[in-house]
């Protein structure tokens, strides 16, 4: 479902340190039947570093979560603003790293199409 997307990620330097299918979880914990639905902690260490180093509970807020999904008949792929790290703390030493991410996962997005 998301081999494309784990390429477009580690070109970008992202890797994946987590993966949850969503589908599979509901389907076994409550029997629920929902579309393919997957949720990827994809990281940069050198910007989760950074970030870290301006604030260690940032921690709260990593990795980025990518999530893929079925809609309909095609693939959905979304992933968490960065920038949402500066906007939840308020520091503005969050800026450059947010902004070197969201640059580095709008490219991955991007060259999905």
């Known amino acids: 479902m998301h081999p494309h997307l784990r390429r477009a990620l580690a070109d970008q330097g992202f890797g994946i340190l987590t993966e949850i299918d969503v589908k599979a979880t509901l389907k076994e914990k409550l029997g629920a039947d929902v579309e393919d639905y997957v949720i990827l902690g994809a990281c940069n260490p050198p910007l989760a570093?950074?970030?870290?180093?301006?604030?260690?509970s940032i921690g709260l807020l990593l990795p980025c979560n990518v999530v893929v999904r079925r809609d309909g008949d095609r693939t959905t792929v979304q992933a968490l603003d960065p920038n949402t790290m500066v906007t939840l703390t308020g520091l503005p030493a969050l800026q450059p790293v947010a902004g070197e991410a969201t640059a580095r996962l709008d490219a991955a997005l991007a060259s999905l199409s």
């Open 49 to 56: 570093h950074r970030a870290l180093e301006a604030d260690r």
